[in-house]
């Protein structure tokens, strides 16, 4: 599968391949901060990359997730309450690796290594506008359904 996620139109595009008709579309929110590859830019990096790993295979949607590994909490409207601060990791997550050497891979720019990743968010958060600190937020159903279709390795492009 190839992935292209439009940064303008905050879209994920699922298609067989880079040069074939989408599957499907979905909506999603990137970056508050814009485009950009540095660490610690809170950025959505650009370029070329693929699925590093997928976790949470399996978990209830709205499961909470903290440095990749599930806490056991099933997310609720009353912990965004509680928590008003905290960046929701939820459901899945597809982490995202750089596949262009000193742009996206390697050094200050390294996606990977930022924690960058396609991932659920509570489902009152407003999608198809930036909103994140650099990950992929999407609906935790949609990313269900495109996490089950996705494998390893597979393509993901992000650009403007």
Same mark, same amino acid.
């Given at each position: 599968?190839?992935?292209?996620?439009?940064?303008?139109?905050q879209?994920l595009? #699922?298609?067989?391949?880079?040069?074939s008709?989408?599957?499907?579309?979905? %909506?999603?929110?990137?970056? *508050? !901060?814009?485009?950009?590859?540095? *660490?610690?830019? !809170?950025?959505?990096? *650009?370029?070329?990359?693929?699925? *590093?790993?997928?976790?949470?295979?399996g978990? /209830?949607?709205?499961?909470?997730?903290?440095?990749?590994? /599930?806490?056991?909490?099933?997310?609720?409207?009353?912990m965004?309450?509680? !928590?008003?601060?905290?960046?929701?990791?939820?459901?899945?997550?597809?982490?995202?690796?750089?596949?262009?050497?000193?742009?996206?891979? #390697?050094?200050?720019?390294?996606t990977?290594?930022?924690?960058?990743?396609?991932?659920?968010? %509570?489902?009152?958060?407003?999608?198809?506008?930036?909103?994140?600190?650099?990950?992929?937020r999407m609906?935790?159903?949609?990313?269900?359904? #495109?996490?089950?279709?996705?494998?390893?390795?597979?393509?993901?492009?992000?650009?403007?």
């Amino acid at each position: 599968m190839f992935l292209d996620i439009d940064l303008g139109s905050q879209t994920l595009t #699922l298609s067989e391949a880079s040069d074939s008709n989408a599957i499907k579309v979905y %909506p999603v929110s990137t970056s *508050r !901060y814009g485009a950009g590859e540095i *660490r610690d830019s !809170y950025k959505t990096p *650009r370029g070329l990359h693929l699925i *590093r790993a997928k976790v949470g295979a399996g978990r /209830p949607a709205n499961s909470v997730f903290k440095a990749r590994r /599930p806490t056991g909490e099933i997310f609720d409207e009353g912990m965004k309450v509680r !928590y008003p601060n905290r960046d929701w990791i939820l459901t899945r997550i597809l982490w995202l690796s750089g596949l262009e050497k000193g742009k996206n891979r #390697l050094g200050d720019v390294d996606t990977m290594r930022r924690f960058i990743y396609i991932h659920g968010c %509570p489902d009152s958060t407003t999608l198809g506008v930036p909103g994140s600190i650099g990950c992929i937020r999407m609906n935790n159903q949609d990313l269900i359904e #495109l996490f089950d279709r996705v494998s390893v390795g597979d393509i993901v492009n992000l650009s403007e």
